[in-house]
């Protein structure tokens, strides 16, 4: 994790040079600046913790840069330096905002009891933050399931969470592959700083790359402020890139050299930022298949694909249905208020058999409409947006003629993933092989 930083500014070289030996031998990353201006354009290279600021200057005195100092970073605690004949001024700062003053010449062991203190406050106030989000995450994201590839997903989750190892999550779109990525966060010696996500596929090259970045003050037109990227906003915690597949190739140079030096610029920047975070990534694509293409990078490929956990379908975890149904009619009668409702059998029956090709994301969504619209105390079929497939087999149909059809369907729904399919199948994947070869079936 990076070093605390503080900022000294003071128009004596004597005391800028006393202040920084300090700091430095307690461990602090230092800057100095001789004046007001030169102060902001050290604000402008990167927010610090505390900044120490001299009352009396010439040009912008201490009052003044306070006030421009909030203005870039709210955050910052502000020390002012005074003589004893400009208490009442330093009182005035007290009141617009300073955390506190130090009279002149200045105790080193009274400053750094002040600044000890000043950075315990901060460490609680970015732990409540921490602790609220995750308890919001507790209550939104829960890991539900009790059939067979659930637990098994468990058992992986539980073994890596507590290493620092680099994991991809695959699986299809609507999996869950998000909630995997926080309960590994939560079970890690990460939890008490932030899990930061980011959606690669849903925005383009550029923005991407301020997203993950971060950019300066004037670095494109529309950078108005210089704004922190995810990279940094992730220090000490783990950086969620969902839908890694689909970025392109310069992000995929830019994110090599990112896991190989921790270090990145902004945009539009030239100063190195070191931030130190796991990298949690998901994909509903084969990555191996992109290697194999050219459309994504063998080194980062080599370098991400540390430890796999894959998601199975919905339509693989069937056991499943009743208890995330179950859970999801609570979960939308808390929020509108309502009694939770009871979902008839004849209701339960259509959500065993449709084939739920939007996974866990489709099956809340119809059943939160299913609670809006239902007039009943319990959920009917006619509450669900589902069209559940009636298949007539005729009665002159051979054996041979539905296995083939059997197994088609499987190899469809796995996009054609022999080793999975074989497992659906309850067979191994020789035999599938050969009743693929005696049926003329086209993968």
């Known amino acids: 994790m990076t070093k605390r930083k503080i900022l000294i500014v003071d128009d004596e070289l004597s005391v800028r040079q006393s202040l920084e030996g300090w700091f430095l031998e307690d461990g602090f990353s230092v800057a100095t600046a001789e004046d007001g201006n030169a102060a902001l354009r050290k604000m402008e290279t990167g927010p610090f913790d505390i900044v120490i600021v001299d009352l009396k200057m010439p040009g912008m005195d201490g009052i003044e840069l306070q006030k ?15 003589a004893f004949a400009s208490v009442e001024t330093a009182v005035e700062a007290l009141k617009l905002g300073a955390y506190d003053y130090v009279t002149k010449p200045v105790d080193p062991d009274d400053l750094s009891h002040l600044v000890g203190h000043i950075l315990k406050q901060k460490e609680l106030t970015e732990a409540n933050v921490r602790l609220r989000e995750l308890t919001a995450i507790g209550q939104t994201a829960p890991m539900l399931g009790e059939s067979p590839k659930m637990k098994q997903v468990f058992s992986l989750i539980d073994s890596v969470a507590k290493t620092d190892s680099t994991v991809v999550i695959r699986g299809e779109s609507g999996t869950g592959k998000e909630l995997i990525a926080r309960a590994i966060h939560e079970r890690s010696q990460r939890r008490f700083f932030p899990i930061i996500a980011v959606n690669s596929g ?79 990534c998901a994909t509903n694509k084969r990555l191996e ?8 990078r063998e080194d980062l490929y080599y370098r991400i694909n540390v430890f796999g956990i894959e998601v199975p379908p919905l339509r693989e975890r069937r056991e499943d249905l009743r208890l995330l149904a179950e859970f999801f009619v609570e979960k939308s009668a808390r929020a509108m208020g309502r009694p939770a409702k ?43 947006p589902l069209q559940v497939e009636e298949k007539v087999v005729p009665v002159e149909t051979s054996l041979a003629a539905m296995e083939k059809d059997h197994i088609e369907r499987v190899l469809e729904e796995t996009d054609g993933n022999m080793t999975r399919s074989a497992r659906i199948l309850g067979i191994d994947r020789a035999t599938l092989y050969n009743k693929v070869k005696r049926y003329g079936i086209r993968r």
């Open 289 to 296: 298949q992109l290697v194999e293409q050219g459309a994504f």
């Open 342 to 384: 009871q979902i008839s059998p004849e209701a339960m029956e259509m959500l065993e058999r449709y084939r739920w090709p939007g996974n866990v994301r489709e099956l809340e969504n119809a059943i939160e409409r299913a609670m809006v619209i239902g007039k009943e105390e319990t959920i009917v079929p006619d509450d669900l």
């Open 68 to 82: 421009r100092v909030r203005q870039i970073d709210p955050d910052a605690a502000i020390v002012i330096l005074t």
């Open 202 to 280: 849903s925005l383009p090259e550029t923005l991407l790359e301020s997203e993950l970045f971060g950019h300066e003050k004037g670095a494109f037109t529309g950078a108005q402020y210089r704004r922190k990227g995810k990279l940094e906003l992730a220090d000490g915690g783990t950086l969620f890139l969902d839908e890694i597949g689909d970025i392109s190739s310069k992000m995929q140079i830019d994110l090599l050299r990112v896991l190989e030096s921790r270090q990145f610029t902004r945009v539009g920047g030239n100063q190195e930022i070191a931030s130190d975070f796991r990298l949690v």
